[in-house]
């Protein structure tokens, strides 16, 4: 069965750092994969997504994920954060009809 | 906007009462995704609906039930509540097997 894994529940990086959220997926075929932010007391929002072609994709609000199938992963980066960035972000994957998610990596920022 | 409604925003309700949340997709999407988010277990799929028929569950507790209607609205019923029921829930729609659109989601406190 497809499934998700963020290893990291919680993450605190100082404003105009470097970011990188990790993701591992299980997924026998081609994943479509997803990250997606959810501010508090929000929906969740689409940064970006893959299905094929350049595993190197760029989201909205500058974020970008590389897409790297001999790893299983779907990792986010953004190389400087903004005190805005603050937020859950969950990553996704589409399998056998459904959206499974991970369990969410809250993402804190340092002034 | 994501273009996905749901009503109502908030709901407080005692246990062992009955409560149905509605969710209206973005116009043109035949897929519903209904998902629970609490503190405790994240975000958890429960069900999804495509053109009125189920597709897919998740960890749906058997007083938990849902449908999807002929103009693809969905609804997700929730009976004998208990505490432990209280918690955020989404939907989502998609236009097959693509990024899922989220609503704002329903808070439900059962007390």
């Known amino acids: 069965a497809q499934s998700v894994t963020q290893p990291d529940i919680h993450i605190t990086v100082s404003e105009g750092a470097s970011l990188e959220l990790r993701c591992n997926y299980s997924y026998g075929a081609t994943p479509y994969l997803f990250w997606y932010v959810q501010s508090p007391g929000q929906g969740l929002q689409l940064l970006l997504k893959y299905f094929s072609g350049d595993t190197l994709v760029q989201g909205i609000k500058g974020f970008e994920a590389e897409f790297k199938r001999s790893q299983s992963s779907f990792n986010l980066r953004k190389p400087s954060v903004h005190w805005s960035d603050a937020a859950e972000y969950f990553c996704a994957v589409v399998g056998d009809d459904k959206i499974i998610f991970g369990k969410g990596t809250r993402l804190h920022i340092l002034p | 906007d994501s273009g996905v409604t749901q009503t109502p925003k908030h709901l407080i309700t005692a246990t062992g009462q009955r409560v149905t949340l509605r969710c209206s997709p973005r116009s043109g999407d035949l897929s519903v995704y209904w998902y629970q988010q609490s503190l405790d277990q994240g975000l958890q799929f429960l069900i999804q609906?495509?053109?009125?028929?189920?597709?897919a569950k998740g960890n749906i507790l058997e007083r938990f039930s849902a449908q999807q209607f002929p103009d693809l609205h969905s609804e997700l019923n929730l009976s004998s509540l208990e505490l432990g029921d209280s918690a955020l829930y989404f939907c989502?729609?998609?236009?097959?097997?693509?990024?899922?659109?989220f609503g704002q989601g329903t808070r439900l406190t059962v007390v």
């Open positions: 989502a729609s998609s236009h097959g097997l693509s990024e899922a659109f």
């Open positions: 609906y495509y053109n009125g028929e189920e597709r």
